[in-house]
């Protein structure tokens, strides 16, 4: 019986600061993910706005929120919505979007 109480201790104190910890990294990403990017394969610029807003070198703009590991845009209206994974380096310089759940990369490299 002590045992099953110790392990539901450890696991309750685990699960907190897991969840501690994810809700932490998304809020740091929302912070790191404003800025301009450039996509590495073509030029483009994306500049991400404070205000959950975004637009591109090519006069694209919409919105956008961080959802766990999604970066979820949305332009031209509501006719266009992605949701593409995505990764922020440690270092914060370097942006990986999974475009369509490929495995195919792209690279942005904030200005």
């Known amino acids: 019986m002590k045992k099953a109480l110790v392990f539901l201790f450890v696991g309750i104190i685990f699960f907190g600061c897991f969840v501690q910890n994810a809700n932490a990294q998304s809020t740091n990403d929302a912070q790191r993910i404003v800025g301009t990017w450039r996509d590495s ?3 483009i610029t994306f500049t991400f706005n404070t205000d959950g807003t975004f637009t591109s070198s ?5 919105n956008y929120f961080l959802s766990g590991t999604k ?4 332009y031209r ?3 266009y919505a992605w949701s593409i994974n995505y990764f922020i380096s440690p270092n914060g310089r370097i942006l990986v979007l999974d475009l369509d759940d490929d495995g195919e990369m792209y690279w942005f490299a904030k200005q």
């Open 41 to 43: 394969n073509n030029g």
């Open 58 to 62: 090519e006069n694209e703009r919409g």
């Open 71 to 74: 970066l979820v845009w949305i």
């Open 77 to 79: 209206g509501d006719s």
